[in-house]
């Protein structure tokens, strides 16, 4: 992807792809040599490789923009960033169970985020050798391959990635037609099949971060989608509440349609 030199994110872009491209070496090498791995608070895993990439990324980010705040995964809550007009939100392994079971389905997630809205997104899936990247207004791209979303008929036959479980619950007020599905451990990655056009959309039922979400909602945007709530509300960042319940991505046109669909969903049922 190329930024311009007279762009105001270009400096930007090239600080943070720098670092991410370190991130992504780094990630690749403690993957490949096996890490130590553990149950946080929440019974969710963690990695040696989850905090030193969140380190490693912390550090390089920190020392180029010093006036910039910083929301990561793995690192302890700072409210202090809410203070700040740009802030870096960072997944530093996305997917981590995937990550875990040896497989290539998790990557590294970074974005810059504005008043809320992402204006810059990276995101590294080292074992793929996958970099994506997208600014606001310039499009988004996947190893220098502009990305488009597709553009399905209608719902019936359309590829969701999405859970088969989730797909035939009773909590959904109108049922689903059929349907291929698909799977990935890692939300950032799904939300990048659907800019490349490989997914149709992806549905998510459980509560969702901003650090899965920031950088790869700007990759689905700049490639002709849109990523909201199952209502249809689109999504903030770096606000008091970092958590949303339910996702829907999809090519623009394709969104109305699945939010047919998702309106419906019970919560509390």
Known sequence: MQVADTHPLSRDHKVLLEAMSEAGEL????????????????????TEADLAVDTLLRE????????????SEETQENPARRNFKRVWIVDPIDGT??????????????????????????????????????????????????LAASVPGDVPGCHLIMHTIILNSKKWAKP???????????????????????????VAISGKSDWDL???????????????????????????????????????????QLLDHTRGWKRNI
């Open 27 to 46: 990630a690749r090498s403690l993957f490949q040599r096996g890490v130590e791995t553990w149950e946080k608070e929440d019974k969710t895993p963690v």
């Open 97 to 146: 169970k995937g990550f875990v079971r040896g497989t290539d389905q998790w990557c590294i997630s970074a974005a810059l985020v504005e008043e809320g809205l992402p204006l810059l997104g990276i995101i590294v899936n080292p074992m793929r050798g996958e970099v994506f990247e997208a600014a606001r207004g310039e499009g988004a791209f996947c190893n220098g391959a502009k």
């Open 176 to 202: 689903w037609p059929e349907i291929n599905l698909s799977m990935q451990t890692s939300m950032a990655m799904r939300l990048c099949r659907v800019a490349t056009g490989e997914a149709d959309g992806t």
């Open 214 to 256: 920031a950088a790869a909602d700007l990759m689905v945007q700049e490639a002709g989608g849109r990523v909201t709530d199952l209502k249809g509300a689109s999504m903030r960042y770096n606000g008091p509440e970092t958590r949303h319940h339910g996702i829907v991505g999809a090519g623009i046109r394709f969104h109305d």
């Open 60 to 71: 390089r980010l920190a020392e180029a923009r010093p006036d910039y705040g910083w929301l």
